[in-house]
């Protein structure tokens, strides 16, 4: 059997804590309208659960992110490996931020964008990610 290393382990919570974080807003994004046929007190009750869990494992991205970003060597990377890097930070940024908005919203409008924004730039996160480290 292999032997973990700090590297793999890093990369295990960083996708742990991505997988919660941007599966728990599809998961949300899929049973709000439901709840929201049973009651309005049902939404918030599960917008409170997966905030006790979603808020936690965006930290731990955030935590990791640093992480990882002091194992790189940025004179060996490209240009492009760069600009990738940069943009998927941004995006991670970006998908904090809109959270927070959906988070403190207290119109649909908010709630709506808040949400979507937050769930767009998770997914563009996540997948520059998978490219930065796949290299293509």
Not at 3 to 11: G, K, Y
Request: hydrophobic fraction near 60%; aromatic fraction near 8%.
């Amino acid at each position: 059997m292999l032997s973990p290393t700090a590297q793999t382990i890093r990369l295990f919570l960083h996708v742990t804590a991505a997988a919660v974080w941007i599966g728990g807003q599809v998961v949300m994004a899929g049973l709000v309208p439901v709840a929201r046929r049973q009651s309005a007190d049902l939404v918030k009750v599960l917008a409170r659960g997966f905030a006790r869990v979603a808020w936690p494992a965006f930290a731990v991205l955030l935590v990791t992110g640093i992480w990882n970003l002091m194992s790189v060597h940025f004179s060996q990377l490209d240009s492009a490996a760069q600009i990738t890097l940069f943009v998927k930070i941004f995006l991670g940024v970006l998908a904090g931020m809109f959270a927070a908005v959906h988070a403190v919203g207290r119109t649909r409008l908010a709630l709506a964008v808040g949400g979507g924004l937050a769930l767009a730039c998770s997914l563009g996160a996540l997948f520059l990610g998978v490219l930065a480290r796949t290299g293509h």
